[in-house]
């Protein structure tokens, strides 16, 4: 077990965004991505690298193993990171089809997850993660603008905040 919390990543809505006016286009860039083009935060990188000074980083994608064959090179980031697998079956346990590859990778080690499709199935359980004393944090991004400063300030300053 590290001594870092975990961060849970995803990556569409928050490193690629999506749903911005094509006149009020963030900064950023295009790459493709098994031929689909995605548009990639400019701040993206450093935001992660900043991140991974008080968190163990993971990918919790559906992309997948694919986020570590283009993103570490795309964004400036010194290595892969682990990522999860997620079951594609129809009848999971969870109402929201991260939640078991989560519990099942971060266990009882305490984590914050940046995404952009909270909902109400994972305020429950992030409340319910915290009620009996493992620290959880969840960050929600708007797709167009993804992750920001004030969300990385927020993460790191919970991480901060965590019993040693």
Avoid: Q
Wanted: aromatic letters at 10%; charged letters at 25%; a negative charge.
């Amino acid at each position: 077990m590290g001594d870092k919390p975990l961060l849970f990543v995803d990556v569409d809505g928050v490193i690629s965004l999506f749903g911005f006016f094509s006149d009020a286009r963030p900064a950023g860039h295009f790459e493709m991505v098994d031929g689909i083009a995605h548009y990639l935060s400019a701040t993206a990188g450093e935001h992660l690298r900043r991140l991974a000074e008080g968190f163990e980083p993971v990918w919790c994608t559906g992309w997948e193993e694919k986020a570590n064959e283009y993103l570490p090179h795309a964004l400036g980031l010194p290595g892969p990171y682990p990522f999860l697998t997620f079951e594609r079956d129809v009848g999971r346990t969870r109402a929201h089809w991260k939640l078991d590859a989560i519990e099942a990778h971060a266990g009882e080690r305490p984590l914050a997850w940046i995404d952009d499709a909270h909902g109400e199935a994972c305020e429950a359980w992030a409340a319910g993660r915290a009620a009996t004393g493992v620290p959880t944090l969840l960050v929600t991004t708007a797709p167009a603008t993804g992750m920001t400063d004030a969300d990385v300030d927020e993460l790191l300053g919970w991480a901060e905040r965590l019993p040693c």
